[in-house]
């Protein structure tokens, strides 16, 4: 099954709308797309929907659903925030993500800009990323309970500017140690951890999250896995995912998880 579930569109910070992404959907030859717009947030957020605007996704996703059935199946979903307030019933699937830490009364970004995240690092942490870090992994590991996800997002989008470890070492005990921390809070849940080309896309990484030792410690805590690409430009859909599924066998893996209307359910790589 050729599947992204991880979508944004013009409801939100995509740049096309959700029919634009359908036809390049059906150019791809995809089976299926799930939509996931970022939900409204409780603090100011350019990439959220405004809550006015989400009965008009809902609306959109669902006349798609039904103009296209037969020739794509359409998921309806949100991606929670950690900070987003409760998303209601009746959505197809949630991912959990994290964006941003609270840290001194403000919430800091980290997939904005690198400018600010450094300065936030500065500034809040005296410098000290591994603290960031340790903040950040924190709220991960709560992120199911928080959402009521299914997929937790970018599980280490905070190296999302740490190409090639230029601010911090992603070896370092005390990083490692607030990763598998969040990985075995994770563990059990029933939750699967994506592997995002979404940064790729962007330009700031060469290789999808998580990292390769971080995804050999998911498949050890036997964390199930599913590819998607971040998608907020329909030509990047399907951005990457032979690579991504390579990442997976190599670190382990051989099946991920595709949803259908019967729910999730395993898939070879």
Not at 18 to 46: C, I, Q, T, W, Y
Request: proline share 6%; hydrophobic share 35%; aromatic share 10%.
């Amino acid at each position: 099954m050729i599947q992204n579930l991880h979508t944004h569109t013009t409801f939100c910070d995509g740049k096309n709308t959700p029919e634009e992404m359908v036809r390049a959907a059906l150019s791809l030859g995809m089976d299926s797309l799930g939509f996931s717009g970022h939900g409204p947030s409780s603090a100011p957020d350019e990439a959220a929907m405004a809550p006015e605007a989400v009965p008009a996704y809902r609306a959109e996703v669902l006349r798609l659903r039904e103009r296209y059935a037969g020739r794509l199946e359409i998921f309806l979903g949100l991606e929670q925030d950690y900070y987003s307030p409760p998303p209601g019933e009746g959505w197809d699937y949630l991912i959990g993500s994290v964006h941003c830490v609270e840290k001194g009364g403000r919430l800091l970004s980290v997939d904005s800009l690198p400018e600010d995240f450094v300065r936030s690092a500065r500034q809040y942490y005296g410098g000290d990323f591994y603290a960031f870090a340790e903040d950040y992994y924190r709220l991960v590991g709560e992120v199911p309970e928080k959402t009521g996800c299914q997929i937790v997002g970018h599980f280490d989008l905070i190296t999302k500017f740490n190409e090639g470890d230029r601010l911090f070492d992603t070896g370092h005990p005390r990083y490692v140690k607030a990763a598998l921390e969040a990985l075995d809070r994770l563990a059990g849940k029933g939750v699967i951890c994506e592997i995002n080309t979404g940064a790729m896309s962007r330009g700031y990484r060469s290789a999808p999250y998580p990292a390769p030792w971080l995804l050999r410690a998911m498949r050890e805590r036997k964390i199930p896995i599913c590819i998607t690409s971040d998608c907020h430009d329909r030509a990047n859909l399907l951005y990457a995912f032979p690579q991504a599924a390579e990442l997976a066998r190599s670190c382990g893996y051989r099946e991920q998880m595709v949803l259908t209307r019967q729910g999730f359910v395993p898939e070879g790589l």
